[in-house]
């Protein structure tokens, strides 16, 4: 009996240990914030900056000359740096904790058409991998399910919450689909030729996309019974309510994909990884749809494509005048959404003005995933969520935050990998 009393409490101990910070509490001062470079997200600085907000939101923004009364908390932020949160879309934060421990991955659902599976009420607000995004400035992110054809339902979060209801900033935002490739490689370790064809199967498998929103359209344009969850669930995507994000790569795919939907029905679209989308950019610029982009750091898809086609493509979009954000599907995509501003400083360093590759990030996020009128942009009215950074906030050498809010809330900018880096560099210091 002592033993079980023993391991029980051992369990206790450890649990409180590692369990992430307690969140914030709501703002009941008023703070202003003075001194600062403001980078707005709009593609507007204002230097030597006064930002002020109460009640979760922002109240002022000018310039610290301004003759206004500083009331609450003044933080002096002379040679410092101020950003709007940063809004991670297209990943999977909080569906998963360890790889490689199977009970704590929840990223994707049996089926090959899921549109009723809720990504949100899986959502784990206590990983300890989505705490550590916010000393880098990412301060909500779109939690998205992976897997079949229409993999479900995402939803946006804010990254400093008790549990997903409170975490919610806007609730099944968006239905994800993997739209079929045209190409197909053979199983190499079957013996089979390795190199790239056409699929034979893609024009079948087009077709079972079409019947499956044709049938869902025919039921809820009936008397809905006997009740068909699935169907009901794609209802948004008809009524304009919810966008579609179709998961795609290829010139011929992405034309396929936008024609489709847009044949049936389907009134909003984004287009997600998008390999190729640049030779299709009138086409996006026409039908409104956004681009959520892979992260810049890999090699290009297409043998024919530029060595550095991942890294320009940010560019050649948004001068075509595409709305263009970043995603974080791939490997080791949860760890490393953390990455996301060094993402966008990656595409600046190619071609991309500095507070345009800022744009992805933020007002360029919360446009796409449709939360522009609350969050994005530092603009009065709008949420208290930002942060300020002693230097460029898109640089990993100078992103070292000193204050970061969340609705207003002061939050911790403390984590397990933080406290690591501490005890460590003490280490390392006595010696």
């Known amino acids: 009996m002592k ?3 023993y391991s029980v409490l051992a369990l206790f101990f450890i649990g409180n240990t590692i369990a992430q910070q307690t969140p914030a509490n709501n703002q009941t001062t008023p703070i202003a914030i003075e001194g600062a470079t403001a ?12 930002i002020m907000f109460n009640d979760g939101k922002i109240t002022f923004v000018g310039s610290a000359t301004s003759k206004i009364a500083r009331t609450g908390t003044l933080i002096k932020a002379t040679g410092k740096h101020i950003y709007p949160g940063f809004i991670a879309a297209n990943a999977t934060l909080g569906l998963a904790e360890i790889d490689a421990v199977k009970a704590s991955v929840d990223v994707d659902e049996i089926g090959i058409n899921n549109p009723h ?5 899986a959502y784990n607000a206590e990983s300890k991998v989505v705490e550590s995004m916010r000393p880098n400035g990412v ?19 804010q990254l400093d919450a008790w549990n997903w209801e409170d975490a919610a900033i806007k609730v099944d935002d968006a239905i994800h689909m993997n739209w079929p490739s045209s190409f197909t490689r053979g199983r190499w370790w079957l013996g089979e030729d390795p190199a790239l064809k056409p699929d034979a199967n893609y024009g079948k498998n087009k077709d079972n996309i079409k019947t499956y929103f044709t049938n869902a359209k025919s039921y809820l344009e009936s008397n809905r019974k006997p009740k068909n969850l699935p169907f009901e669930a794609m209802n948004g995507l008809f009524n304009g ?14 034309t396929d994909a936008i024609t489709i939907t847009k044949n049936l029905g389907v009134k909003n679209l984004v287009i997600v990884n998008a390999e190729g989308a640049e030779s299709v950019a009138k086409m996006l610029v026409e039908h409104k749809v956004g681009v959520v982009l892979q992260r810049p750091h890999r090699n290009p898809n297409s043998e024919d494509d530029a060595y550095d086609s991942t890294y320009t493509i940010a560019k050649t979009l948004m001068d075509s005048g595409v709305t263009v954000t970043i995603g974080m599907e791939g490997q080791m995509e949860r760890m490393n959404t953390r990455n996301l501003p060094f993402y966008a400083g990656t595409f600046a360093a190619h071609g991309l003005a500095k507070e345009d590759a800022l744009k992805m990030i933020t007002a360029n996020s919360a446009k796409i995933l449709g939360i522009d009128t609350s969050v994005g942009t530092l603009e009065v009215g709008k949420e208290a969520t930002l942060f300020i950074s002693k230097g460029d906030a898109l640089d990993m050498r100078s992103n070292q935050l000193t204050n970061a809010f969340i609705q207003g809330r002061a939050i ?16 390392y210091k006595s010696k």
């Not at 599976?117 to 009420?121: T, V």
Request: charged share 20%; aromatic share 4%.
């Open 3 to 5: 033993k079980i009393i």
């Open 412 to 427: 911790s900018l403390e984590t397990h990998q933080t406290k690591l880096w501490k005890r460590y560099a003490n280490k």
């Open 39 to 50: 980078h707005l997200g709009n593609g507007k600085v204002i230097e030597n900056s006064l």
């Open 117 to 121: 599976i809720r990504s949100l009420i």
């Open 241 to 254: 309510s919810q966008r579609l994000f179709i998961h795609v790569n290829g010139q011929k795919e992405i």
């Open 139 to 157: 301060l909500m992110a779109q939690i998205t399910p992976r897997g079949g054809t229409i993999s479900g339902t995402s939803s946006v979060v």
